[in-house]
């Protein structure tokens, strides 16, 4: 019985090992001057037109994410579709000791998105413009819930 225990000790730390480097593994030099860039620009939001829901998703947005880096990174970054909001959160969420609970990362994508169809809407719009008709559909009615959830 201790040595299965041993075995499964190994066998959790070399998993843990295998996380932790694949989580210092450095950026290769394309995404590593893209995020450079992202962080050379502003780090808030301003947010004082916007609803109140968005008001505390941006708090929760401010708390969590600056944990791991520069709110600049996603602020300045070229996401603002969606469902590019939606890879990047989920990704965020699974880095260990993100503290990024589902309801966290439901009010981070909340933000995120609705901060792009105001702050980043030409952005927006040149993609959604590109966009296959069937991902367009998608982006612009989740965009229009999202204003519908928290216009009022």
């Known amino acids: 019985m201790r040595t299965d225990i041993a075995v499964l000790g190994l066998t959790i730390a070399a998993a843990a090992a295998l996380i932790a480097r694949a989580a210092d593994e450095p950026l290769d030099a394309e995404t590593k001057a893209r995020v450079e860039r ?45 469902e ?9 969420m699974r880095k260990p000791g993100s ?9 981070i994508f909340d933000f995120l998105a609705y901060d792009s169809s105001v702050r980043k809407k030409k952005m ?25 959830k928290y216009d009022k």
């Open 38 to 82: 992202f962080e050379k620009g502003p780090a808030t939001v301003d947010v004082s037109k916007y609803p109140d829901g968005i008001k505390e998703n941006y708090e929760v947005f401010s708390t969590k994410c600056s944990q791991c880096h520069k709110l600049s990174r996603p602020i300045n970054s070229d996401y603002a579709i969606p």
């Open 84 to 92: 590019e909001w939606s890879r990047y959160i989920k990704r965020m």
């Open 99 to 107: 503290g990024i609970s589902t309801g966290d990362g439901k009010k």
């Open 124 to 148: 927006l719009d040149e993609k959604l413009a590109k966009a296959p008709a069937e991902e367009k559909k998608a982006a612009e009615d989740k965009i229009k819930e999202l204003h519908d």
